[in-house]
């Protein structure tokens, strides 16, 4: 999609579009005067799901620094030997057989445990656990009506599971408090108040949802580059300082999340274009990483590249609380595969199937076979 947005952005940088009926920002300045302005541009979208993703200030700022503390990259960075230990785990049984399903064995199960393990989750449920997780983030089998309403009907059973799941963990939490996120929410006030079952319940959802699809998909864009520019390894392997800009350059060249939504609050101008109060408005992240006006050479993927300001994880003051566990996450992986793996490439013949969603940039498998 990166050659559709380069034309969109320079031809038509901030357009409305009939068809969809909303207004869609390319270039870098447009997009990120969008997200450093919440006064203008709300996130409120979704009036029945009020989490700190969907509201506004005062309240996102309350409910973000509930959980603040335990996403600090200082944190963060304490879960690195356990990251090791499940990373190591996952590609043991793959690494005398020289190829292995990236997706569905590594960078689908890792950040589902990681984050199943933070919140709190008994290490027997977590398959169950698993299943739950796939379906809050899977999409239609095909375009047909029918899929699309099974589709619906089986997320409102998960998501009802996946409630009731957690009102059971939460009520054990309640009289013996852990070391673990739902024990550190269910103590947490705002303006005094403790939040109730369902805020809680909310949380760990919201979690579960904005963390590991993006996740597993940087992980994946990530091998992706790297199979398709083999000088690349050798560099890494050389110089494995650079894996943690390389891993940015990643989050610029194939971000996992291209477009971000918002709705215009008052009438606003933006570059020659007015925008009316109530209209929807998408940033084009995935555009807006590669504008010449911000980046050298935006096409070319520069694994030092200095400075490397892209919006991959937002921008302003919804940027993305798990941004330091998803950048581990993604180190510890390249690491580990690059040290074990000779010669990472996609399996000879894989058609890559895009994920159908204009918001997502990945692909459904990537098989690859290495040395
Ligand atoms: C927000 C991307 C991983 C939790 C965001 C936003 C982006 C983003 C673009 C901003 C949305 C907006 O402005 O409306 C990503 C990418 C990831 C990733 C590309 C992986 C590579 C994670 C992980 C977690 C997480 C691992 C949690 C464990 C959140 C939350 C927000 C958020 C809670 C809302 C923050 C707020 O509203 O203040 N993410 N994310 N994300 N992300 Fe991530």
Known sequence: PFKVYAELRDNTPVRYDEHRECWDVFGYEDVKYVLKNPKLFSSARDRANTS??????????????LVNQAFTPKAIEALAPRIQEITDELIAPHLSEGHMELIDDLATPLPVIVIAELIGVPAADR????????VLVKGARDDS????QELLEEKKRNMQELHIYFTDIMEERRLQPKDDLISLLLAAEIDGQQLTSDEVVGFCILLLAAGNETTTNLITNAVRILSEQPELQQELREHPERITSAIEETLRYYPPIVAIGRVAKETVELNGQTIQAGEQVISWVGAANRDSTQFEHPEDFISDRKPNRHMGFGFGIHFCLGAPLARLEARVVLHTLLQHMGNIQLMPGTALQPIQSAFVFGVKHYPIQFN
């Not at 398959?127 to 997780?133: A, E, G, P, R, Y």
Request: cysteine-free; hydrophobic content about 25%.
């Open 145 to 148: 009506e029918q899929a699309f």
């Open 52 to 65: 700190m993703l969907t509201t506004d200030p005062p309240k996102h700022k309350q409910l973000r620094d």
């Open 127 to 134: 398959q169950k656990f698993k299943d739950w997780s796939d």
